[in-house]
C-alpha cells in the first residue's frame, strides 16, 4: 500500500510527481483493492439523497463518484486533491452530480457552511498542519455535519506495508527512521493524537473504532504496488540495475510466503472516525 515522503514539504512535489503517476498507472489496482473500504466509507458518510459532500484527497475520484450515485443528480459530490495527475483522471470519468477540483483542503477557500458531510479515504494524513487542516474543513460545513474518514492504524496492524520494507533492506542504503508524528500513511495510528487534533480545530462527538476489512489482493499485484509506491520505491529510484534485481527478488520471495494460491489475505487495519461541526 502507498505511503507518502514524510516531509511536509515533499507532499505537493510528490503527489503532482512521482506519487501521482505511479498511482495513476496503477489506478485500477489501487480501486479494486480499496473498494470495500470505500464501501464502508460512503455508507457510513452518506447524508441524505440531494445533499451536499466534501471529498477530501478524492485521488482518481473513486471515492468521489461511489458518493455521487448515491446522492443523485441533485446532489453534489465535490472532490478535491493536490495531485494534478489524479485530478485530471477524476475529471475525465465526473458523472451528474460530482465535480473535482485540484486544491490543498488545508488552505483552499471552500465557500462557508455548505456542506452536509465530508469524507475521506486515506487523504487526511498527509497534512503540514493538522489543526489548520481541520478548522478549515470543519468550516466548509453546515453546523452539526458530519466528518467521516478512515486512515491507517500502527504497521503492527498492517503487516503487509512492512514485509517489503524488511526484505529490501538488505541491498539498500541505511534509511533514517521514520517520525511517527510526520505527515504520512501511519500518522494517525495514535488514536488519542487523533481525537487531540480534532478538538483543538473545533470538533465534537469524536468518535474513533477500528476497521479491520478483508482487502485480499494477488501476489503479482501486491509485489508491483510494493516496488511503485512507499519507501522501497523510492530507494529503487537510485538503485543500479542489479541492485533492482535483487530487491526485487527478495521482495517477491517475502510476500510470497504470505500467499495462498497466489492470494495474499491481507487485512487492511484501520481507524473509522466521525465527528461533528
Known amino acids: 500500500m502507498p505511503q507518502a515522503p514524510s516531509a511536509p514539504t515533499d507532499q505537493a512535489a510528490y503527489w503532482n ?3 501521482g503517476q505511479a498511482w495513476v ?22 447524508p441524505g439523497v440531494g445533499k451536499r459532500v466534501l471529498d477530501i484527497g478524492c485521488g482518481a ?11 443523485g443528480s441533485e ?5 478535491v486533491d493536490i495531485s494534478a495527475p489524479l485530478i485530471e483522471i ?23 457552511a455548505t456542506f452536509d458531510a465530508a469524507m475521506s479515504r486515506f487523504g487526511v494524513m498527509f497534512f503540514s ?4 487542516a481541520f478548522a478549515n ?44 508524528l510526520a505527515p504520512g500513511r501511519f500518522a494517525f495510528a495514535d ?36 516496488l511503485r509506491m512507499g519507501p522501497v520505491a523510492a530507494a529503487l529510484r537510485e538503485a543500479d540495475e542489479a541492485t533492482r534485481g535483487k530487491v526485487r527478488e527478495a521482495v517477491e520471495n517475502a510476500l510470497e510466503a504470505e500467499a495462498v494460491d497466489g492470494v495474499v489475505p491481507m487485512v487492511a487495519g484501520c481507524w473509522l472516525v466521525t465527528a461533528r461541526a
Open 90 to 112: 477524476a475529471v475525465a470519468q465526473a458523472t451528474a452530480g460530482a465535480q473535482f477540483v485540484q486544491a490543498d483542503a488545508q488552505t483552499y477557500d471552500f465557500d462557508q
Open 137 to 180: 474543513i470543519r468550516r466548509s460545513l453546515k453546523p452539526g455535519a458530519e466528518l467521516v474518514f478512515a486512515c491507517w492504524r500502527s504497521p503492527a496492524d498492517n503487516p503487509m506495508a512492512v514485509i517489503p520494507g524488511r526484505a529490501a533492506a538488505p541491498f539498500l542504503p541505511p534509511s533514517p527512521a521514520a517520525d511517527p
Open 75 to 79: 446532489g453534489l459530490s465535490l472532490g
Open 17 to 19: 510527481k512521482t506519487g
Open 191 to 226: 488514536p488519542e493524537r487523533v481525537r487531540g487534533i480534532l478538538t483543538r480545530s473545533g470538533w465534537s462527538d469524536i468518535d474513533i473504532t477500528r476497521l479491520d476489512t478483508p482487502t485480499p489482493i494477488a501476489l503479482d499485484d501486491l509485489v508491483t504496488l510494493s
Open 129 to 132: 498542519d493538522f489543526d489548520a
Open 25 to 46: 498507472d496503477l489506478q485500477d489496482m489501487m480501486d479494486n483493492l480499496n473498494r470495500p473500504i470505500e464501501e464502508a466509507l460512503v455508507e457510513r458518510a452518506f
Open 61 to 71: 475520484g473513486a471515492t468521489t463518484l461511489a458518493m455521487a450515485r448515491r446522492l
